[in-house]
């Protein structure tokens, strides 16, 4: 079936680095978009990054910009999220989720992965 | 960036109620508005797309409605499993911006 599974969070000390990664599957993973998306602790929703079907386009949420960076490898249906020089107000869930283009909207959501930001 | 603010904040509500929570953008993004639902502990998921398309195998009481700035979803009877946070968002531009969420609580 359609699915999507982030792995890569952990515990990390202000100013360390961490890369998310979320492999899908039951479909064509090179024809979607993919998004990042964040939760802080009892918070909303944050989408912080997206990225093309072919890799040509991305974008950022003013709050991650210069410090994150999201990449895909279409051979092996996987997305990344490099994310350097964190701080605590990273700290969160991380979703990935795929964005139909049809819907306009993000259909697919994987179960996401927490990141902690501290000392 | 786009504001999406949404109202009330919270509501309680009982099993068969009707329950109608609004969204307002801060500039016209057309119809490019999804409601998401959350439940505690699991990923959001897809109810409706470009402000009243109702994705596939969500119940069709939920409607929404609306264009430009203001929005609406509605759940015309409250049932057991729609107690949840419920999000709109905004593909319009980006960044793509999500309201800050309304809380669906048993009364």
């Known amino acids: 079936q359609v699915q999507l599974v982030e792995s890569g969070g952990g515990l990390v000390k202000p100013g360390g680095s961490l890369r998310l990664s979320c492999a899908a599957s039951?479909?064509?993973?090179?024809?979607?978009?993919m998004i990042w998306i964040r939760q802080a602790p009892g918070k909303g929703l944050e989408l912080i990054s997206y990225?093309?079907?072919?890799?040509?386009?991305?974008n950022y949420a003013d709050s991650v910009k210069g410090r994150f960076t999201i990449s895909r490898d279409n051979a092996r249906n996987s997305l990344f999220l490099q994310m350097n020089g964190l701080r605590a107000e990273d700290t969160a869930l991380y979703y990935c989720?795929?964005?139909?283009?049809?819907?306009?909207?993000?259909?697919?959501w994987g179960q996401g992965t927490t990141v902690t930001v501290s000392s | 960036d786009i504001q999406m603010t949404q109202s009330p904040s919270s509501v309680s509500a009982s099993v068969g109620d009707r329950v109608t929570i609004t969204c307002r953008a801060s500039?016209?993004?057309?119809?490019?508005l999804t409601w998401y639902q959350q439940k505690p502990g699991e990923a959001p998921k897809l109810l409706i797309y470009?402000?009243?398309s109702l994705q596939s195998g969500v119940p069709s009481r939920f409607r929404g409605s609306g264009s430009g700035t203001d929005f609406t979803l509605t759940i015309s009877s409250l049932q057991p499993e729609d107690f949840a946070t419920y999000y709109c968002?905004?593909?319009?531009?980006?960044?793509?911006?999500f309201g800050q969420g309304t809380m669906v609580e048993l009364k």
């Open positions: 989720a795929r964005f139909d283009q049809v819907v306009y909207g993000m259909d697919v």
């Open positions: 039951g479909f064509t993973f090179s024809d979607y978009y």
């Open positions: 990225i093309s079907s072919s890799s040509s386009s991305t």
């Open positions: 500039q016209d993004i057309s119809s490019w």
């Open positions: 470009a402000a009243s």
């Open positions: 968002h905004q593909a319009n531009t980006f960044p793509w911006t």
